[in-house]
């Protein structure tokens, strides 16, 4: 991935890289995790409320720019609804109820929120069927 890089070059390559992440981690690690290292797992909600905005921004602001997300798109508000999104999709509760791991939980949520934010543009040149 290079700064010239269109949005959905960028944008897979994020993913791919966050996505990587959660790959290791079942359900019954992060429900470990909010057990017996609570103060661990605020450090990593910290950390996801630190950099979602940093990167939201900047792919979002691309994405608008090449006419690949809504312009009418509150950059602000996705990042907000997405930093309760994914923590709570996180939560070791929701995924005993929805029986999905962390991975599968974030592609599901990841692609029910940019369905709705892309163009026709966008739909035609996103990463999903």
């Known amino acids: 991935m290079t700064k010239g890089d269109p949005f959905p070059v960028k944008f ?4 791919g890289i966050i996505g990587a992440q959660f790959g290791p981690m079942g359900p019954g690690f992060l429900d470990d995790l909010h057990r017996h290292a609570p103060a661990l797992a ?11 905005p940093i990167v939201f921004n900047l792919l ?5 720019a090449e006419g690949i997300v809504r312009p009418d798109t509150d950059i602000r508000l996705v990042t ?3 930093i309760q999104i994914i923590k709570g999709i996180h939560d070791p509760a929701v ?3 929805t029986r999905l791991t962390p991975r599968d939980a974030f592609d599901k949520s990841i692609e029910l929120l940019f369905r709705g ?4 543009k966008g739909r035609d040149a996103s ?3």
């Open 42 to 52: 605020r450090e990593i909600d910290t950390l996801k409320e630190n950099n979602i």
């Open 80 to 82: 907000a609804y997405w």
């Open 117 to 120: 934010l892309l163009t026709d």
């Open 127 to 129: 990463p999903w069927p």
């Open 60 to 64: 979002l602001s691309e994405g608008i």
């Open 95 to 97: 995924l005993a109820q």
């Open 12 to 15: 897979k390559a994020v993913l």
